[in-house]
């Protein structure tokens, strides 16, 4: 053990956590200036769902790693948006897929460009080696952590 003192803003969880909180504020921001009806946990469902329409509840929270309880409630908020809409599953009639609307389906080229803008603000400044090397280190992270 070091004698090192600990300083909280110095910390890789607290820099990671402020950064990752920055980046999610931006993102709404931005989906909010071009007045896009979506918030950043609703995003990471459509984006599942345009890669892959009509999933299941479950599948939607193990790709987004939330908890069921929350994809429900984003799923609720997403229908009286007219965004997504519930299909009773064809074989289990305990399980609904969650298909995009026409509306939604309408959405995703703006809301694609707004996460580029963010990505592109976000990286601001950074060369193409530092991202790369920066990306990897987190990747090594998330790795530790699983």
Do not use: C
């Not at 909280?8 to 909010?32: D, P, W």
């Not at 509840?57 to 007219?82: C, F, H, W, Y």
């Amino acid at each position: 053990m070091t004698n090192k003192k600990y300083v909280l803003e110095e910390s890789i969880g607290y820099k990671i956590v402020t950064t990752a909180r920055l980046v999610t504020n931006r993102l709404n921001q931005n989906f909010k200036r071009r007045k896009y009806p979506v918030t950043h946990e609703q995003w990471s469902i459509m984006i599942r769902l345009w890669e892959e329409d009509g999933l299941t509840q479950n599948k939607i929270a193990e790709l987004t790693g939330k908890d069921s309880p929350s994809v429900s409630r984003l799923i609720n908020n997403m229908e009286k948006k007219d965004l997504v809409t519930r299909v009773p599953h064809p074989v289990d009639k305990r399980t609904n897929l969650i298909f995009l609307t026409n509306q939604g389906k309408k959405l995703q080229i703006g809301l694609i460009e707004q996460a580029q803008k963010t990505i592109d603000d976000i990286s601001a400044g950074i060369d193409e080696e530092e991202m790369r090397i920066f990306l990897n280190v987190l990747e090594k992270i998330n790795e530790n952590l699983n």
